[in-house]
C-alpha cells in the first residue's frame, strides 16, 4: 500500500529473528511480571518491529513514517531509576500527584510512576512521547492485566488500547505518520502533521479529531485547479459576414472565425 502512494519512496522494514523463549523468561524474572500472550507470540514471531519510508521533495527522500516496537532487550522500564545520579536525584515518582485523579470516574485510571504501577516502553515515538506497555495493579501481586498508553512530552498520560494487538493494527493503520499518537489527545495533532494526514489519510474510528476545526489549520489544495494549464485558446472575435442567410443555413457547421479565414468563399460569392 505504502509503495503505491503518491510521492512514496524508499519504503524499508528491518528483518528481525523471533526473539527466543529463554529470553522472555528471563525478561519476566527479572521485572517480577507475565508479558500479555498476545505480545509474548508477537516477540516469539519476530524481536520487535521497525519499519520506515520517506517522501520525495524535490526529488530528494525525506524521512516521514516510522513505525517501532522495541525488541525484548529494549523493553526497559520507566521510572525505575534517578534521573541523574546525585544523590537524593528526584525521580518521575515525584511527579505523582492524587490529585489528577479528582473527578476523572468516567475516564480509565491513569498510571502511576511509583510502585503502584509497571511502565515499560514499546515505542520511543521518534521522541515525541513514548508508548508504554503498562501493568497498573502491583500490590500485593502483579496483575496481568495490562493496558497501552501513550506518554506525551509534558508527561501527561492517555488511554490508546486495551490490548497490544489492538495497538499494532492502530500503528499499521495510521502508517507511521509523525505524532499519530496525539490524535488520542484531547489536543490532537499539530497542524503539520495534519497535512500529512490530510495527503495519506488513515482508515481510523478517531478521524472526528482530525477533522476538527480543520478548516482553520489545513491549506486545502485542488491537484487539478493547482497543476491546470494557463494557456488559454484565444477567444477569435466574431466579424460580420456579408454571406446570404441561405449559404449559412447550407453550412451550419461553419464558424464566423473559419469564414473570416477564407476569403476566397466571399470573392466568389
Known amino acids: 500500500l505504502l509503495e503505491t502512494s503518491p510521492g512514496v519512496a524508499e519504503v524499508t522494514i528491518v528483518e528481525k529473528e523471533p526473539a527466543e523463549r529463554h529470553s522472555i523468561i528471563s525478561w519476566e524474572q527479572k521485572n517480577s511480571c507475565v508479558l500479555p500472550e498476545d505480545l509474548k507470540n508477537f516477540y516469539l514471531m519476530t524481536d520487535g518491529f521497525q519499519m520506515t519510508w520517506s517522501v520525495k521533495t524535490d526529488d530528494t527522500p525525506m524521512p516521514l513514517g516510522s513505525m517501532v516496537i522495541n525488541s525484548i532487550s529494549k523493553l526497559c522500564r520507566l521510572g525505575g531509576s534517578s534521573l541523574y545520579t546525585l544523590p537524593n536525584a528526584p525521580t518521575l515518582a515525584d511527579l505523582e500527584d492524587d490529585t489528577d485523579e479528582e473527578g476523572n470516574e468516567d475516564k480509565p485510571e491513569k498510571p502511576h510512576f511509583d510502585s503502584r504501577s509497571l ?6 515515538c521518534n521522541g515525541n ?8 495493579h502491583t500490590k500485593p501481586v502483579v496483575s496481568p492485566d495490562t493496558e497501552i498508553w501513550f506518554l506525551d512530552r509534558a508527561l501527561y498520560w492517555h488511554f490508546l488500547t486495551k490490548t497490544f494487538t489492538a495497538y499494532y493494527r492502530l500503528l499499521i493503520t495510521h502508517l507511521g505518520l509523525p505524532q499519530w499518537q496525539y490524535a488520542f489527545t484531547s489536543y490532537g495533532v499539530s497542524p503539520q502533521a495534519k497535512q500529512w494526514f490530510n495527503m495519506y489519510k488513515p482508515i481510523t474510528v478517531n478521524t472526528a479529531l482530525l477533522s476538527e476545526e ?7 489544495l485542488d491537484p487539478n485547479k493547482v497543476f491546470k494549464s494557463k494557456n488559454k485558446t484565444p477567444v477569435m472575435k466574431k466579424k460580420p459576414s456579408s454571406q446570404p442567410t441561405g449559404s449559412q443555413k447550407s453550412h451550419p457547421g461553419m464558424t464566423s472565425s473559419k469564414t473570416s479565414s477564407q476569403p476566397g468563399n466571399l470573392s466568389r460569392k
Do not use: R, T
Open 129 to 136: 512521547g513514548k508508548v508504554c506497555l503498562v501493568y497498573k
Open 119 to 124: 511502565i515499560f516502553e514499546l515505542d520511543p
Open 214 to 220: 480543520a478548516d482553520a489549520f489545513v491549506n486545502k
